[in-house]
């Protein structure tokens, strides 16, 4: 990709001085505004604070990418679905045309990568990487510059003592996948591919398992690219005495997760 991309990129991410469609990236604050108001620029939020996970080569953590308002707006457009009125229902995807909030998420996600602020001493530490993925690293330029940047959504529901098992996201979705967390914090384990991952395996040759724990706090924004996407599984266990963060055991609710992917170009 090169600086025009880049800079088309950037332009679609903050507008320009005619570019009145920038209101889209406030949609999330938008949702309950006056429609008599007028239309306005966005106000340019804080920067988002992305950090990154250090063992994992491509994993970004976002703390603080959603505010407590953004959050329950963002649940309220979910629950309006009606997904989940059933209690036997806890999942939802849509593949192609995407809800209108699930595009204002991607949009956001775009524009919290491009506003992003990452911790100093990680580009002190870590020059290798930082050459690497010089422009953004915490997404790369090819990703973050496609369109759409997602067009496959699933929403979960997750009950208190539910989680996913270890998995790497189908090869039907291609690179970068970002997950946004509601309403209960959890822990989400990372394991290399290469490690044993099933009980009886593991009972069996007795190995204990590298696993790296990641907090995800609600309103946080977890993104996976490269090895992190493809070469380390993911899961969340809340059965109880997996979710332990500095010595203490979470206490869980009910967890909505939104996951945004793309799918893969078909051969
Ligand atoms: O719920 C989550 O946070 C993870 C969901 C996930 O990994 C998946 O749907 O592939
Ligand atoms: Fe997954």
């Not at 088309?8 to 507008?15: E, H, K, N």
């Not at 239309?39 to 994993?59: K, M, V």
């Not at 998995?167 to 970002?178: E, K, N, Q, T, Y």
Request: net charge negative; charged share 25%.
């Amino acid at each position: 990709m090169d600086g025009g991309d880049a800079a088309a990129i950037l332009r679609q991410a903050f507008g320009d001085s005619s570019d009145e469609e920038g209101d889209q990236l406030d949609g999330l604050e938008a949702r309950d505004g006056d429609e008599r108001e007028p239309p306005r620029r966005p106000a340019p939020r804080q920067s988002p604070t992305w950090a990154p996970i250090e063992e994992i080569d491509g994993l970004w953590l976002c703390g603080d990418f959603l505010s407590p308002e953004q959050q329950r707006s963002l649940l309220s457009a979910v629950e309006e679905e009606g997904w989940f009125i059933e209690a036997s229902h806890n999942q939802a995807m849509r593949f192609g045309s995407l809800p209108a909030w699930a595009t204002e998420l991607s949009n956001s996600i775009r524009e919290a990568v491009l506003l992003g602020d990452f911790v100093p001493e990680f580009e002190l530490s870590n020059s290798d990487a930082r050459e690497d993925t010089s422009l953004f690293p915490i997404l790369p330029l090819e990703l973050l510059g496609r369109e759409p940047l997602f067009d496959q959504l699933i929403v979960n529901l997750y009950h208190p003592g539910e989680g996913i098992c270890a998995h790497v996201d189908l090869m039907r979705f291609g690179d970068g996948i970002a997950i946004v967390s509601l309403e209960s914090p959890c822990i989400m384990h990372f394991t290399w591919v290469g490690d044993t991952c099933n009980t009886s395996s593991e009972v069996e040759n007795e190995q204990p398992m590298s696993k790296v724990p990641v907090y995800l706090p609600p309103g946080s924004l977890v993104l996976m690219s490269g090895e992190a996407r493809y070469l380390w599984k993911h899961e969340i266990n809340r059965k109880p005495g997996f979710q332990v963060w500095h010595g203490q055991e979470l206490d869980q609710k009910r967890r909505i997760s939104i996951t945004l992917r793309k799918l893969s170009i078909a051969e």
